[in-house]
């Protein structure tokens, strides 16, 4: 099964608040877990990844938990500014595979 | 580098029309996808190609059709438009295989009337 189910399909968040974007995914030879982000008009972009070797990953405002026996991830993002309004996907990859899978996307508002 | 480009950004096309999206890279990238993108739906795979001469259908390929001649350009092919066409088209690429980050073009919204 190659499919990855993302919740919530929007969220609004107050400035300064904790957004909190979740994924899980069925195929356990996915080993790869991108999340990008995409601005209106725009192209999505790289957001920040995780590896399954790891439970966490932090850059800067933008932390991924990866919880691999319950094949989920999420995306968390402190301090939420209007700056992050966007449209997040999450994404997976097994090694090898030159396609991604893409969840369906969450429309972020940040709301001051 | 300009990274990916498409064209046109927007197009309105009438049901049976055939028309070609544009796509070009100057990354030297082997790898290159073209997306769809409709409402609540996410991103679908139409076709994408591993090298020049080299391409291969994804998720929704009906109705479309792709060649690879150089590196550096991937066009989309679309022959007798339907309003099921009607989506935002993206194209990336990519170095290689293996855990590499997928560069997205700007987009192509088409409208089919």
């Known amino acids: 099964q190659q499919q990855v189910k993302q919740s919530p399909q929007s969220l609004i968040v107050q400035k300064g608040g904790i957004s909190i974007i979740n994924c899980a995914y069925e195929n356990t030879a996915f080993d790869y877990f991108p999340w990008y982000q995409q601005f209106p008009g725009k192209g999505p972009a790289l957001l920040i990844a995780?590896?399954?070797?790891?439970s966490e990953k932090k850059e800067g405002r933008f932390t991924i938990s990866f919880n691999k026996s319950a094949k989920q991830f999420s995306l968390h993002i402190m301090d939420s500014q209007p700056g992050d309004s966007a449209t997040y996907f999450c994404a997976a990859q097994s090694f090898g595979n030159e396609k991604l899978t893409f969840g369906t996307g969450t429309r972020l508002t940040i709301i001051p | 580098n300009a990274g990916v480009t498409q064209t046109p950004k927007f197009r309105i096309l009438k049901i049976g029309q055939s028309m070609t999206l544009q796509c070009a890279q100057d990354m030297n990238h082997n790898y290159m996808y073209w997306y769809r993108q409709d409402p609540g739906m996410g991103l679908k795979l139409i076709y994408y190609?591993?090298?020049?001469?080299?391409?291969d259908k994804g998720e929704v390929p009906n109705g479309y059709n792709v060649s690879r001649s150089t590196t550096e350009d991937f066009p989309l092919r679309l022959e007798l438009a339907a309003p099921s066409q009607t989506s935002v088209y993206f194209c990336?690429?990519?170095?290689?295989?293996?855990?590499?980050?997928?560069?997205f073009g700007p987009g192509t919204r088409l409208l089919v009337l």
């Open positions: 990336a690429s990519s170095p290689g295989t293996g855990f590499w980050t997928q560069y």
């Open positions: 995780i590896r399954p070797d790891v």
């Open positions: 190609s591993v090298g020049a001469g080299i391409t």
